[in-house]
């Protein structure tokens, strides 16, 4: 290039430069500030001054480009990275002065930026729009490096200002191939609006109304499944059984009233008498209920008949189920393990299911016995050994299941257990439609809803799929031997279920992958009557999983035993949440149930059951999935019909501006209008829907080994490896719901770590605890809120990633990337995470759940330092691991039970004097020779 070129090149960036500056002066740029300054303050924005900084790292601008080409008055001129963002930055000033955007405008580019510079990119092409507006949601750039949200804000405060297509086109008109490349405004909202639907389950024009982006996590969602399945272990055999009964029912009225033919009249007399057999009502009983007139027909030794008929044929359908539901309740399994000499492991139940599930449901007796055989085998070359035979542990499985399983033997324990069911199932009729009564129309019905209803819960639970890819039964699953030697053993089968994935596959069925106690559930569910002309329908498509997440919700919040427990303690303490003496006598009075739950956990859980029986009125009330009509309620409202709660609660939490509307419209509200209500009033409040259990379910992934997840998570999910969890991650949906679950797990941790630290009753080990210690002490916090203002900041500025493992959880923190044991040139290595580098690792947190994975992952290095017969030499590595467990284990036994994990602290002191003993007599040989 000659000096010519050169000459006449930096003349036209003087010129583009003075020409900015103009334009900066023009809107208002302190004086003595130019367009070369990375720093810029507008004087004159409404009023106020404004600083827009770019000082950011160079790399990030330098990752975008390292020279980017312009048209500026005719010519080709060149331009650094950094001139770039303020040349845009000077036209959205122009763009946006007036309607205030400049802010939000100038914090979108610097996503853009920061988006290019994290995920090594020079642009964003129209395949990357989805992944860039998920970071834009999930990422605060007002400080660097940007932190991961916890919530997603409103609408305008990410796209408030300049939109991603505005900066594409603003390129183009500068001839540059360079930030964001040629892009539409229908194909960037397109993608936005796909981007919303897979993070919080609304679409971009409800994202744009505004209203709550808050989903139900795990805090509430794992007592929520082990709810579920409670009712599902309790209550499934009467459920089925009364489901069994009432077309019987309706056979046996046909020939008791002969002269009932039409659906009503039929439907009345079951009303009439049915439902009252069904509630255990007596003979007499049911002859005194008012308002019944064929009861009148009827003498009192007809209405016994009809006793005796519905009572031996609700006890045949009790009975027939009572071996296969005992054979897969979670105290059988427990029973087995227990009573056959088997471990306590983490892979032990799914052993046990898997073999029951051969003896009851496919009953392959060959290769039942292959199971045990290798599972037995493979335990024997780990050091853990049983005596039964096989045939000795089939006979001991069936014995237990039958000895667990529930039957009704009389009428007297058929009715018992009819008027139980009733009374429970009025109490909660009277929350959920206090102002109906209709209760007899609706049981039945209500209970066997219910149960049913908490069964697809769970399957949501496992799976985490979208409610659109709900409606496969059994005959849509293949069941096949599992040829992965890596696990096996205790998950001898695999399910593959095909079926539609509407959101990428359209209409044709994909194959994917669910566990075993999936199938289970279902097996259970498709045993359920089918109703005439819906026979081509699956239960799951009968059954919609918006309205069977929310049926059960009602008796969680008001039966959950846990709460019932925490209620039963509340009273009695004065001080109630807020003190902590308060909270230990609640710890002292809790049952087995409650485990030994910690001051923290207790006020939290407290704290949660308060929050969601104080909304649940207002829920039922609006929600249509308890029979509950909204529109009836405002006419109540509108008519000063205070008997109804609904309308009183209307009266409480309507605001004036809806009033005044509802009652200009004489209660006649459109859709929009009553969306838009139903969204105000349940703002900000816990409740389930189908997309929080994609985020339950992440969530539960990247917590399975913790020890506070809860009974069903613990039994369903701590066995799994990580290759399972894998597939269902090539969903790029599915990869951003995991990237909110592990922002909220770091905060969920960190926060009840950390509250724990006042607790006398605490199970944490590890050098991430060490560090929560010191920050806690050398910070100087006074009150609770401190606490939780320093558990915020280290969530959200220090820790950057986790990883569970079975013998610890990985914390992973900015300033000990360096420093984590399996760092390798400055950079973590996680995935050669093992006891060894783990347990003495800065980022390790451990807690009671992972005692379990140490025991058994450190098994072969105690077997080494107790080997008399093995040279020292191979003893050094072991016995370093052995002392780093002796450590940990120590440090969970510090504020624990006194001898809770003493056994083993034996168990590995002893490991170490012999390994020690060995290297010492070694040592003294070779010093001999």
Same mark, same amino acid.
């Given at each position: ?12 960036h ?40 770019f ?23 060149s ?8 040349? @845009?930055? #000077? ?6 002065? *007036? $309607?205030? %955007?400049?802010?939000?405008? /100038?914090?979108? =580019? ?6 290019l ?50 900066i ?14 040629p892009?539409?405004?229908s ?9 919303? @639907?897979? #993070? ?6 409800? *994202? $744009?109304? %505004?209203?709550?982006?808050? /989903?139900?996590? =795990? ?42 033919k039409s ?23 049911i ?7 064929r ?22 359908h ?15 399994t427990?029973?087995?393990l227990?009573?056959s ?13 898997s ?16 199971i ?5 085998s ?75 209803c ?36 205790y ?25 075993l ?53 509340e ?12 909270v ?31 909304d ?37 939490l ?23 209500i ?37 039994a ?10 894998m ?99 400055g ?47 191979f ?37 170490i ?17």
């Open positions: 290039m000659s000096d010519h070129d050169i000459k006449n090149r930096s003349l036209m003087e010129n583009f430069v003075s020409q900015m500056d103009l334009e900066l002066n023009l809107w208002g740029i302190r004086r003595g500030q130019c367009f070369s300054d990375n720093l810029w303050t507008l004087t004159g924005l409404r009023n106020r001054c404004v600083d827009l900084d000082n950011l790292p160079g790399d990030v601008y330098k990752n975008a480009s390292s020279s980017l080409k312009i048209d500026f008055d005719g010519e080709r001129i331009l650094s990275p950094i001139d770039v963002i303020k040349l @845009i930055t #000077v036209k959205l000033i122009s763009r946006y002065y *007036y $309607s205030g %955007g400049v802010v939000t405008s /100038f914090r979108f =580019l610097k996503l853009v930026f920061l988006y510079y994290e995920s090594r990119k020079t642009i964003i092409l129209k395949e990357d729009l989805e992944d860039f507006f998920s970071y834009a949601l999930l990422h605060d750039c007002e400080k660097y490096p940007p932190r991961k949200r916890i919530q997603v804000p409103a609408h305008g405060t990410i796209f408030g200002g300049i939109k991603l297509y505005e594409s086109a603003m390129m183009s008109a500068y001839g540059a191939e360079c930030v964001v490349a892009i539409n405004r194909v960037a909202l397109e993608a936005l609006n796909s981007t919303c @639907i897979s #993070v919080m389950n609304m679409t971009l024009s409800d *994202y $744009s109304k %505004g209203g709550s982006f808050n /989903f139900l996590t =795990l805090d509430v969602g794992k007592h929520y499944l082990d709810h579920c399945a409670n009712i599902f272990e309790d209550e499934y055999q009467a459920a089925r059984a009364m489901d069994l009964t009432l077309p019987k029912a309706r056979e046996y009225l046909e020939h008791l009233f002969p002269g009932v659906k009503d009249s039929l439907k009345a007399a079951v009303s009439e008498l049915v439902y009252p057999l069904l509630a255990g009502f007596s003979a007499s009983d002859k005194a209920l008012p308002h019944r007139d009861l009148n027909q009827l003498s009192i030794e007809e209405i016994q008949k009809s006793i005796d008929f519905l009572y031996n044929t609700f006890e045949k009790f009975n027939e189920t009572a071996e296969i539901v005992s054979a897969f309740r979670l105290d059988s427990s029973n087995i227990e009573e000499g088997f471990p306590e492991r983490y892979d032990s139940q799914e052993f046990v299911r073999v029951l599930f051969s003896i009851y449901i496919i009953k392959e007796s060959d290769r039942t016995e292959e045990f055989r290798r599972y037995k493979a335990l024997a070359s780990n050091g853990d050994y049983s005596k039964i035979e096989f045939s000795e542990f089939i006979i001991l499985c069936k014995k237990v299941v039958k000895r667990n399983a529930k039957r009704l033997s009389s009428a007297a324990d058929t009715s018992s257990l009819l008027t139980n069911i009733f009374e429970k199932e009025s109490i909660l009729y009277k929350h959920v439609r206090p102002s109906s009564k209709k209760l007899f129309s609706s049981f039945p019905a209500s209970f066997v809803k219910r149960v049913l908490a069964g697809i819960v769970q399957i949501a639970g496992l799976t985490g799929w979208r409610s659109s890819e709900f409606g496969f039964n059994c005959k849509s699953i293949d069941i096949s031997k599992n040829e992965d030697i890596l696990d096996n053993l998950t001898p089968w695999r399910f593959h279920v095909r079926w539609k994935v509407p959101k990428t596959g359209g209409a044709s069925k994909q194959e994917r992958e669910i566990t106690q999936t199938y289970i559930i279902l097996f259970q569910l498709d045993r359920f009557e089918e109703p005439a002309g819906d026979t081509h329908k699956s239960i799951l498509e009968r059954w919609p999983l918006g309205i069977s997440v929310a049926q059960p919700w009602p008796d969680f919040v008001l039966n959950y035993s846990l709460f019932a427990k925490l209620a039963d303690v009273p009695s303490n004065s001080e109630s949440t807020t003190s902590s003496r308060g230990g006598q609640a710890t002292t009075a809790s049952t087995n149930d409650a485990g030994r739950s910690r001051k923290s956990e207790m006020q939290q859980l407290i704290s949660t059951m308060e929050e969601l029986r104080q649940l009125p207002i829920y039922t009330a609006v929600s249509a999935v308890f029979g509950n009509s909204f529109s009836a309620t405002i006419r109540c409202w509108l008519d000063e019909y205070w008997e109804n709660r609904g309308a009183l609660l209307l009266d409480t309507l605001n004036e501006e809806e009033k005044t509307f509802i009652r200009s419209v004489n209660g006649k509200l459109d859709k929009q209008s009553s969306r838009s139903t969204r105000r009033l349940l703002e900000n409040m816990r409740y389930p829907t189908p997309h929080s259990f994609r985020h339950i379910w992440a969530e539960a992934v990247l917590c399975r080994y913790r020890g506070d997840v809860g009974r069903f998570i613990r369903n999910f701590k066995h799994m490896d990580e290759s399972f969890f597939a269902y991650l090539r969903d790029k949906e599915t990869k951003i719901v995991m990237q909110i679950a592990k922002r909220t797990v770091i905060n969920r941790t960190v926060r009840s770590q950390i509250l724990s630290l006042a607790d006398e009753n605490r199970e944490y080990a590890g050098g991430f605890d060490r560090f929560l210690d010191k920050a806690l002490r050398y910070t100087h916090v006074v009150s609770e809120e401190d606490v939780l203002k320093l558990a915020n900041t280290i969530a959200e500025d220090r820790v950057d990633d986790i990883q569970p493992n079975p013998w610890s959880f990985c914390l992973l923190r900015q300033s000990t990337k360096k420093t984590a044991r399996c760092s390798q040139d950079e973590p290595r996680r995935y050669l995470a093992e006891p060894k580098l783990c347990l003495s690792c800065i980022n390790a947190s451990i807690d009671e759940g992972n005692y379990e994975g140490i025991v058994i992952y450190i098994k072969n290095d105690i077997k080494a330092c107790l080997n008399e017969n093995l040279p020292a030499f003893k050094i590595e072991p016995l370093r691991i052995v002392r780093s467990a002796l450590r940990r284990v120590r440090e969970l036994q510090r504020k624990a039970s006194p001898g809770k994990y003493g056994d083993f602290i034996v168990h590995l002191e002893k490991a004097a012999v390994a020690d003993e060995s290297i010492s007599k070694e040592l003294i040989e070779v010093s001999h020779d």
